[in-house]
């Protein structure tokens, strides 16, 4: 059976146990710029549990963690794109930031938050792999803060341009982050060996993979958090198929509702019209037909 990096489980297993800090500290370096150096004494807040990876609600971040300086990073991996994800990490990049705030702190004590989503479905808003917001001035791209940091990386566009398939890449001509990313999306093992060679660190992780699949509990637990991921959304899915059904019948029990009064609107519109042609013709005054009738002597004199 192919794996991927991608599986909830796999991920945690690979950069959210202590051995593994060094893998984590290059990835994390190679996203956001910063020096390796400043993750050596990271303190992974979520050390890998399976209950939790197969009992977790949506919305829980993946893999928590925090600098010696006291700065925040949350990494999410998320292999079904919705809608409302922009939102939903924003709302959980805000929880992260005034988290640690209790009532009487000052705000300076409030440290700096990173958010990394990395996507398996298209991020409809940029032709880039990789993207990154911050709080700008909207003329002169002035930052009113660096505290708030928010990082897409769409696995869908990593290859170069023009390439089609992973058979198509020269390892040579990538980045290391692409490397990093080609390692993570791929299910095939070869792949992973390619996108390792040459780089200590990500020979590392394709052997802690490797040995992580030959053993046999470990594969229970990967099919369980990639059966779970699965039904999940599944789930969603009929959910949302089930609520589209119900919003069209009632769009159309409102349509009806709708056409029913404006046809009795029109009735009594032509009524009135008929009742007023009734009393011009018997020889009745504008201003009788009018007070009758609720017409304008506009629209009587149309008569």
């Known amino acids: 059976m192919c794996f991927t990096v991608r599986n909830d489980y796999a991920f945690k297993k690979l950069f959210g146990r202590v051995e593994n800090r060094d893998i984590l500290a290059e990835f994390l370096s190679l996203v956001t710029g910063m020096e390796q150096k400043d993750f050596e004494e990271i303190r992974i807040e979520d ?179 990639l059966k779970y991921e699965r039904d999940y959304h599944s789930m969603m899915a009929w959910m949302r198929e089930e609520g589209e059904k119900i919003g069209e019948k009632r769009g159309e029990k409102r349509g009806e509702k709708r056409g029913l009064q404006r046809g009795e609107q029109q009735g009594r519109r032509s009524e009135k019209l008929q009742t007023a042609r009734n009393m011009k013709v018997n020889g009745l005054s504008v201003e009788m037909i009018r007070k009758c009738t609720g017409l304008t002597a506009e629209q009587i004199a149309e008569l």
Not at 135 to 154: A, P, Q, W
Not at 160 to 179: C, D, Q, T, Y
Request: net charge negative; charged share 30%.
């Open 47 to 225: 050390p890998l549990l399976l209950p939790q990876v197969l009992d977790k609600k949506a919305g829980i971040l993946d893999l928590k963690l925090r600098l010696a300086d006291g700065r925040k990073i949350n990494v999410e991996i998320q292999n079904y794109w919705t809608d409302f994800f922009p939102r939903r990490s924003l709302y959980y990049w805000a929880d992260m930031y005034a988290g640690d705030l209790e009532k009487g702190d000052k705000y300076d004590q409030l440290e700096k938050c990173i958010t990394i989503n990395l996507l398996n479905e298209n991020f409809p808003f940029t032709d880039k792999c990789h993207s990154i917001y911050k709080l700008l001035e909207v003329e002169e791209y002035t930052e009113l803060d660096e505290l708030l940091e928010i990082h897409f990386l769409d696995l869908t566009k990593i290859l170069p341009s023009g390439l089609k398939a992973m058979a198509e890449i020269r390892v040579e001509e990538l980045g290391l982050l692409e490397r990093w990313l080609i390692f993570i999306q791929t299910n095939n093992k070869e792949v992973r060996a390619a996108m390792a060679k040459g780089s200590a660190t990500l020979e590392k992780a394709n052997r802690v993979m490797e040995e992580f699949y030959m053993d046999g509990q470990e594969r229970i637990n990967y099919k369980a958090a």
